[in-house]
């Protein structure tokens, strides 16, 4: 049972590039979040997503778009890095308010330069 | 939107005493209150959690209190061990935004 899986671990860009960080449940979760997390600020909420082909913007989207072709997986993506977006990204899929326990990946440490 | 404070930042105790980390929201409607432990290099795991319609929960050494009039919320865990060394975030959750806001987090050391 993999749970969340988030690819890439690591990753360093430099100022202006792209990229997209790839999350993937198997759990059959409808929602979906990704959170960054900076020293002293705890976990913030960029996007989430209730439910494939929905996504909605959570406290900091600013820089970032998301989207959820498939229910499983959840995608974000930085179209011209900065480094204010170095940062440890976290995603994290739960089910509805019924049963709301999030599990979370293992993080994506991405470095800004 | 729902802001969650928590409180303190950093927490040393003696092994064997017991450590309160204590956490405030703002939401009136939000009705689930989970605790994360996150060690270091991994993604944050849940302890216990908390529904509003309870006014206290324990599992083993670990207990959290809700008061809804106060709004707040609070984790202790007895007979501390040096593997309840973590950063530790509250966290609420509002069904209507379906939004789950964390705290930034305590950072706990037990001392041998």
């Known amino acids: 049972n993999a749970g969340v899986t988030q690819t890439p671990k690591f990753r360093v860009l430099k100022t202006g590039q792209s990229m997209t960080l790839l999350c993937a449940q198997d759990m059959n979760h409808e929602y979906m979040y990704w959170y960054r997390q900076d020293p002293g600020m705890g976990l913030r909420l960029i996007h989430y997503s209730v439910g494939e082909g929905t996504t909605a913007k959570g406290e900091v989207p600013d820089g970032y778009n998301v989207s959820r072709l498939k229910k499983q997986n959840f995608l974000l993506g930085l179209e011209s890095a900065a480094p204010s977006q170095t940062s440890v990204y976290f995603c994290?899929?739960?089910?509805?308010?019924?049963?709301?326990?999030?599990?979370f990946g293992q993080g994506t440490r991405l470095t800004v330069v | 939107g729902e802001n969650v404070e928590q409180h303190p930042s950093t927490l040393s105790v003696q092994e064997g005493d017991s450590a309160v980390i204590k956490c405030t929201y703002s939401?009136?409607?939000?009705?689930?209150f989970p605790w994360y432990k996150q060690e270091l290099g991994k993604g944050p795991q849940l302890i216990i959690d908390i529904r509003s319609n309870v006014g206290e929960k324990k599992d083993q050494r670990i207990a959290v209190t809700l008061n809804k009039t106060a709004k707040h919320f609070s984790l202790h865990i007895t007979e501390t061990q040096p593997e309840d060394s973590a950063v530790y975030f509250c966290?609420?959750?509002?069904?209507?935004?379906?939004?789950?806001?964390f705290g930034s987090g305590t950072q706990l050391t037990v001392l041998p």
């Open positions: 939401d009136s409607a939000s009705n689930y």
């Open positions: 966290a609420g959750y509002s069904g209507s935004a379906r939004q789950l806001t």
């Open positions: 994290a899929s739960s089910y509805p308010p019924s049963t709301t326990e999030a599990f």
